[in-house]
């Protein structure tokens, strides 16, 4: 059984640095596409970050290039997104999440999900 757990999550303020983990476990993730995506009250859940287990690429969401990094440890079977220069406006719960069938940035194609880390910036 896949299980995917986010930590990391806080309350920082605004220009401060986080960074968020996710432990993955129940199988190999070969050929995975490992994503952070996040979701504020009242707002749909949106894509953050990707990142391709087995090979370097990589893929960020407008709002945080330049600010955002994802990585892994592959013998860790962790995710990483180290989030600086963080704004009010990346106020949420963060998600991590697996996504078995190859590329994406969409929500929809990811199968596994995390329970969510709530990250709060303040003014």
């Known amino acids: 059984q896949v299980q995917l757990v986010e930590s990391g999550g806080g309350l920082v303020q605004a220009g401060g640095s986080l960074r968020l983990s996710c432990a993955a476990s129940g199988r190999t993730f070969s050929g995975y596409t490992m994503g952070w995506f996040r979701q504020a009250p009242g707002k749909e859940r949106e894509f953050v970050a990707a990142i391709y287990w087995s090979g370097p690429s990589t893929a960020y969401a407008d709002s945080v290039k330049g600010r955002f990094t994802i990585s892994r440890d592959n013998a860790e079977s962790t995710v990483y997104l180290q989030m600086n220069s963080l704004k009010p406006e990346d106020t949420a719960v963060y998600y991590c999440?697996?996504?078995?069938?190859?590329?994406?940035?969409?929500?929809?194609?990811?199968?596994?999900w995390g329970q969510g880390t709530q990250v709060t910036v303040s003014s």
């Open positions: 999440a697996a996504d078995r069938g190859g590329w994406s940035q969409f929500k929809f194609d990811y199968e596994y």
